[in-house]
């Protein structure tokens, strides 16, 4: 097999590659054994303890391999990293390759049905490229949740290599850029097992690859319906518009439910700039995701019930069959946390690796932002009949098109979808807020509301109406204009116009002050939002402020 894929793969969710030099010195030098023996359990606990992973020892960050240079003792206690500093012991396989005439030390990790911790007691899963800590509260949760992720792992008695599609193999592969064979590009994805010479195909490889997926797996397709009006009607009454079966291997899947949604996504206009703009009812983003989502983690265990997607006048609904897999709770998802737990481990990773899923954990934060940016309704999420997953995602337009053109001014300073929510507020009563109503408007405490609005205040986008104040102002070209600035420092904005800054020095003179009294007077600028200080003690000057937007 060709390694040398281990030289310019991306760092990720499912692969990770560490140096056995330190190099942070004028010359690089060796690193201790045991610390590189700590890097590996902690990457591979990691690793299982989300889904699974590679990781290549002896390659450098940039990518160059350099190899594992220990004796066979100090190797010895890198290979037993695994099983000694990792509680209960990782099953994790290792091999030898040669990478460009170097002998490069690769370890692979699958998923795990128990949950991982490390010796110094610390549980950590696997988020994106970082290996995070693993909440305590989460642990039983977490075990519950991978016990039951063996669906997809179930070997399908029956199926052939010669029953996959040997073309989406062949994009795959491409897409990977692996020089593999079919076999063996399963193989390398967990997808199939080698049992007396021949090799025994998961249920992901025939959901992934199958010419004919529903010849194993009755409801592996999509339903599209579309409704008339806002419900569901039935018999005489019967409302649907159209109805289409959408079938296929899962990329096949996404793709062609793609194709059959788009065309009944209709366009609206929005005024911008005094010219019409062309926006579809629902973000792109938003309603693909929702569905990429639901092909990738529903419950392939439960064969009853296909997933649905219902499209009314008002709404799009993306229904899955399954629960929720823990640690992910209704809850995380409705306050936007980052949060990754995959029922099905292997088609995450290969749907991950052919571009339909980005970093995990991030999707329903971004479906969040992306309807809030359009001024809709941010997206809803139920459990429906105890088994079903839904997502609802709203046309409604909750800010007025003013509002929304009014937010655009804001847009270079990347806001949460919060902070835009507390702007579009305060443009609603006058341009001014408090820390309470801001509480009471997005559900959050009075820590977290300080400091969204303390980051509002240093980006110059807001400000309080008067010092010592609870009554928060938007700082816009509109109310600088209206705001009056000191005769003492209209006295000094020649110097400022002249230099980009004013010194204390600059205010003696100008002003004939003395050294306190020019500090005290600097003070009051600055909170003005006239004057923003930079550096320190003698080296102190100050610099136009936030309220002096295009100041001269």
């Not at 290549?56 to 890198?78: N, Q, S, W």
């Not at 296909?306 to 823990?326: A, C, H, Q, T, Y």
């Not at 929510?421 to 807020?433: D, Q």
Request: proline share 6%.
């Amino acid at each position: 097999m060709d390694w040398t894929w281990l030289l310019t793969q991306e760092e990720g969710q499912f692969y990770e590659r560490k140096s056995c030099y330190d190099r942070s010195g004028k010359r690089p030098k060796r690193r201790n054994a045991r610390e590189v023996a700590r890097d590996v359990a902690e990457t591979l606990s990691a690793m299982a303890n989300a889904d699974e992973g590679i990781l290549a020892v002896g390659i450098e960050d940039g990518g160059t391999p350099t190899g594992v240079p220990y004796p066979e003792k100090r190797l010895h206690t890198i290979l037993e990293a695994p099983r000694r500093l990792v509680s209960p012991p990782l099953k994790a396989q290792h091999r030898w390759v040669e990478v460009d005439n170097t002998r490069i030390l690769i370890f692979e990790v699958d998923w795990s049905p128990e949950v991982h911790q490390l010796s110094d007691g610390r549980y950590l899963m696997r988020i994106g490229d970082k290996n995070m800590p693993f909440p305590a509260s989460n642990i039983e949760a977490g075990k519950a949740g991978k016990r039951r992720r063996i669906t997809e792992s179930r070997l399908v008695s029956g199926a052939t290599i010669e029953d996959l599609d040997f073309e989406l193999l062949n994009a795959f592969q491409t897409k990977v850029n692996l020089a593999l064979s079919p076999e063996d590009l399963l193989h390398h994805f967990r997808l199939v097992e080698k049992r007396n010479e021949h090799y025994v195909l998961s249920l992901a490889a025939i959901l992934l690859f199958a010419r004919d997926p529903l010849r194993w797996h009755p409801t592996c397709y999509i339903a599209f319906v579309k409704w008339e009006g806002t419900d569901r009607r039935f018999g005489t009454e019967l409302n649907v518009i159209k109805r289409k079966r959408i079938e296929g291997p899962l990329p096949v899947l996404i793709e062609e439910t793609f194709r059959t949604i788009q065309p009944h996504i209709r366009e609206r206009q929005r005024l911008v700039d005094l010219f019409f703009e062309e926006r579809f009812e629902y973000p792109s983003f938003a309603w693909q995701e929702a569905i990429i989502n639901a092909v990738a983690h529903r419950d392939y265990a439960l064969e009853g019930t296909p997933i649905e997607i219902w499209l009314f006048d008002n709404r799009m609904e993306i229904r899955s069959p399954g629960k929720l897999v823990e640690p992910v709770t209704l809850e995380h998802l409705r306050r936007r946390e980052r949060i990754h737990a995959s029922r099905n481990p292997r088609i995450v990773r290969v749907l991950t690796e052919w571009g339909f899923m980005r970093e995990l954990g991030e999707g329903i934060p971004r479906m969040h932002e992306v309807m809030e940016r359009e001024g809709l309704k941010p997206p809803e999420f139920n459990m429906e009949a105890g088994s079903i997953f839904a997502v609802f995602l709203y046309n409604t337009i909750i800010y007025p098109p003013e509002t929304i053109r009014w937010l655009q001014q804001f847009q270079k300073y990347d806001l949460t979808p919060n902070q835009r929510r507390l702007l579009a507020y305060a443009h609603a009563h006058g341009g001014r807020f408090t820390s309470r109503a801001y509480q009471k408007l997005v559900g959050v405490d009075i820590y977290t509301a300080s400091l969204d609005i303390k980051e509002l205040i240093r980006k110059g986008i807001v400000k309080l109406s008067k010092p010592r104040g609870r009554v928060y102002e938007i700082i816009t070209e509109e109310t600088i204009s209206r705001t009056e600035k000191p005769p003492e420092f209209k006295a000094l904005e020649s110097v400022l116009r002249r230099k980009g800054y004013i010194k204390n020095e600059d205010i003696r003179k100008a002003l004939g002050l003395s050294i306190s009294q020019a500090r005290r007077l600097a003070q009051r600028f600055v909170k003005l939002g006239l004057l923003t200080p930079q550096g320190e003690k003698k080296g102190r000057q100050y610099v136009p402020g936030p309220q002096l937007i295009n100041p001269f």
